[in-house]
């Protein structure tokens, strides 16, 4: 879907794995190829870890809470147990 004036912007905000970088490997090409895809799409905002790498931060932009949920599972990072939680908040940019 495309950014449209319907369109929310959600954050993600995950947990990733204990010893993340070297468990992501066989799927972090993958995920990557994704991102872009999502991106591209005007699906995808930004998304990165956190300087420890322990959480994830994305906002992503849909419709629904629901849409954005299954962006999220369909990604190999969450479908690999790379991602082990998250949570997607609505949200408003103010600025």
């Given at each position: ?9 959600y954050?993600?905000?995950g ?12 799927f ?7 991102l872009?895809?999502l ?22 932009i849909g419709?629904?809470e629901a ?8 990604d190999?990072?969450?479908?690999n ?9 609505e949200w408003?940019q103010?600025?």
């Open positions: 879907m495309a950014n449209t004036d319907e369109s929310k912007k954050v993600m905000w947990t990733y794995c204990d010893q993340v970088l070297e468990k992501r490997v066989p972090r090409q993958a995920h990557l190829e994704n872009q895809i991106k591209d799409s005007g699906q995808l905002l930004t998304v990165g870890p956190t300087k420890d790498l322990t959480k994830v931060f994305a906002i992503y419709e629904s849409e954005v949920r299954a962006l999220v599972e369909a190999p990072y969450w479908q147990q790379i991602w082990i939680s998250f949570e997607i908040y408003i103010v600025f």
